[in-house]
């Protein structure tokens, strides 16, 4: 009878310190899992603003015609993507043709950026097209109040590296007066230049 007892005795002071062990190790697993969460969240945050990033900003070049806007690009996989959000109210319910031009300067009313970016040597014309400057973005459709947007995406250009062919940095932004044709070489018969931005990378 007193050995029953006693065993009785020491498992009930056994059975607490089992359930005890057992949710601990439980806490522990649950801790150690939200741990490897949070590193996977950390990381693929960092992952996604490992971008490279460069922009024009966009100021008139003539004292007649108000311009402003912003061309934002960023790389991403081979890839470059721009953003250009662009205000002429003088060209409202307008269009003007908007083109990457092979110098990064806007002096002397844009003339200092000298003629269309076309490392590839190829006759002008629309993007996308048999045969365009890689510089040839295209015009811009102006609301009542003149402003427009345009999205473009290529693996022609790029904002990092060597490839004097695809580097788009220190080259400007043009704001043409008029519409491109997409026929007359080697500009378009765009018109003079109004706008004038030069492409920089962020840091």
């Known amino acids: 009878m007193h050995l029953k007892t006693s065993f009785k005795n020491l498992l009930s002071a056994f059975l607490p310190l089992s359930v ?3 949710v601990s190790c439980g806490s522990n697993e649950t801790s150690t899992a939200n741990e490897s969460s949070d590193t996977t969240t950390v990381t693929s945050t960092v992952e996604n603003e490992a971008f490279t990033k460069a922009e024009a900003v966009l100021n008139g070049t003539q004292p007649d015609t108000t311009v402003s806007g912003k061309a934002s690009f960023t790389e991403d996989n081979g890839k470059v993507k721009m953003t250009l959000d662009l205000t002429v109210p003088k060209k409202a ?8 031009h092979e110098h990064g300067s806007c002096g002397d009313m844009g003339k200092e950026a000298h ?3 076309n490392p590839t040597k190829m ?22 109040e003149g ?5 473009l995406e290529t693996d022609l250009w790029s904002i990092s590296g060597t490839d004097t062919t695809k580097n788009i940095l220190n080259k400007a932004i043009i704001v043409h007066g008029g519409v491109d044709d997409f026929t007359t070489q080697p500009t378009g018969n765009a018109g003079s230049r109004i706008g004038c931005g030069v492409i920089n990378k962020l840091n």
């Open 123 to 144: 006759n002008h014309g629309k993007w996308g097209s048999a045969s365009f400057h890689s510089g040839d973005i295209g015009n811009v459709d102006l609301n009542a």
């Open 147 to 151: 402003k427009g947007t345009l999205e």
């Open 93 to 100: 319910n307008q269009s003007v043709a908007v083109h990457i």
């Open 20 to 22: 005890f062990i057992l």
């Open 115 to 117: 003629g269309h970016w």
